[in-house]
């Protein structure tokens, strides 16, 4: 990203904010406020996919270390760990996300064998319009 990590870390730990810019995140519901660290704070996220279902699923904030890492435990109909690393790249900033999640619904997991190739190619859209829609913001609120 071509924003400082300060900029960048702002709208990623701001997550009722995502619906703004990343067009698969349709609803952000806070669920639990969490500890004045963050620590704790439940969220029900739905997303829409390139693939014609959507995905919802509850993230607790599970480690927050400013300005670096933003981590969470997903429940519902994913079920696994997300992280958001940021570290400086010269003038910009690195982002990268870890997301280590498995299917719970029974169709996902019945047909996840075969359709393994399109849950990752749907992934990697849904994360490419993230990727968009933060550069598109960085540069409308510098």
Do not use: C, S
Not at 22 to 32: F, G, M, T
Not at 81 to 103: H, K, M, S
């Amino acid at each position: 990203m071509e924003a400082p990590v300060a900029r960048v870390w702002e709208e990623l730990n701001r997550p009722d904010d995502w619906p703004a810019w990343w067009r698969a995140v349709k609803r952000v519901e806070k669920i639990a406020a969490g500890g004045p660290d963050g620590i704790g704070a439940v969220r029900r996220f739905t997303w829409a996919t390139a693939l014609p279902y959507t995905i919802t699923f509850d993230m607790e904030a599970t480690r927050i270390e400013p300005m670096h890492i933003l981590e969470g435990r997903a429940r519902g109909e994913l079920d696994g760990i997300g992280r958001w690393t940021v570290t400086p790249n010269g003038a910009g900033t690195r982002v990268r996300y870890d997301w280590q999640v498995e299917l719970t619904k029974l169709w996902q997991r019945t047909l996840a064998p075969v359709l393994r190739p399109a849950f990752a190619w749907n992934h990697n859209v849904v994360m490419g319009w993230g990727h968009e829609g933060l550069v598109q913001r960085l540069r409308q609120r510098p």
